[in-house]
């Protein structure tokens, strides 16, 4: 295999990914036409493929930043074809993000593409490389946002409207939770280059639990409430109520049969 052939193979979409992309695609058309007999069976399904499609692009942003910073392996390991199964944890970076969804419907960041730091130069490059993958996560909330802020409602039906504002707070609380400067999670490596060597030495133990350590503060009920009053601050500038982002998280957990009274506005 030619160099050039092999590096286009590493760069091809991979039927993994599209397939997501396909459920995602046909389960928001049920929400959106009310085809699905289960209309809360759609939600979930529209809201949790399209939240893994969101958390492969969060990696790919990350590895396609890092390709152009100087990371030429980048390719090899398959991290440019979306698929969510080359990610170095596939565990830490779609299940258990996936897992939190579903329990508790709150956001949180994986952490999966092995860099090559290394190989890449300027600390510039090493912090833009770290806050792409958030930066991705405000991006689709801003699309998903937009039918909100731009006042384009009219029309869109209330279970899909739902779906989009509770999907849009997922994306929020993902960037917000992603971009805290914590060892292991990605605000810590936007920072991370501009620390003294020494510093950076005595942190790095500490960046295994990171994420974990995020979680156990946000179940304070203190921390939690004001982390979500300021989640629900930022959705209520895009244009997205309160009582959108609960009914669209109880069409999703359909099976706690809480969503019925969302049905109508």
Not at 229 to 234: E, F, I, K, L
Request: overall charge positive; proline content about 6%; hydrophobic content about 55%.
């Amino acid at each position: 295999m030619t160099t050039a052939a092999r590096r286009h193979g590493d760069r091809r979409i991979s039927p993994v990914f599209l397939g997501i992309v396909a459920v995602t695609a046909v389960s928001g058309w049920a929400v959106w036409t009310g085809f699905a007999t289960l209309t809360g069976l759609a939600v979930f399904l529209f809201v949790v493929g399209a939240w893994i499609v969101s958390l492969c692009l969060h990696e790919y942003a990350h590895a396609r930043t890092a390709l152009h910073g100087g990371d030429v392996s980048i390719g090899a390991k398959g991290y440019l074809t979306l698929n969510p199964l080359k990610y170095t944890h596939a565990l830490l970076s779609i299940v258990l993000p996936v897992v939190f969804v579903i329990m508790g419907g709150i956001g949180l960041p994986g952490g999966a593409v092995f860099i090559e730091r290394h190989r890449i130069r300027g600390r510039w490059r090493h912090s833009l490389i770290s806050a792409a993958g958030p930066l991705t996560n405000v991006l689709f909330a801003v699309a998903c946002t937009a039918p909100f802020w731009l006042g384009a409602l009219d029309g869109v039906p209330w279970p899909f409207r739902f779906a989009l504002a509770f999907l849009a707070m997922l994306q929020v609380t993902a960037a917000v939770l992603n971009l805290l400067p914590v060892p292991g999670l990605d605000g810590y490596g936007v920072v991370e280059p501009w620390l003294s060597h020494s510093l950076r030495r005595r942190v790095e133990p500490f960046a295994p639990f990171g994420l974990l350590a995020v979680f156990v503060v946000l179940w304070l009920p203190a921390v939690n409430g004001v982390f979500f009053d300021g989640v629900y601050a930022v959705m209520d500038a895009f244009g997205v109520r309160e009582a959108e982002i609960w009914c669209g998280r109880d069409l999703f957990m359909f099976w706690r049969g809480t969503g019925d009274w969302c049905q109508v506005p």
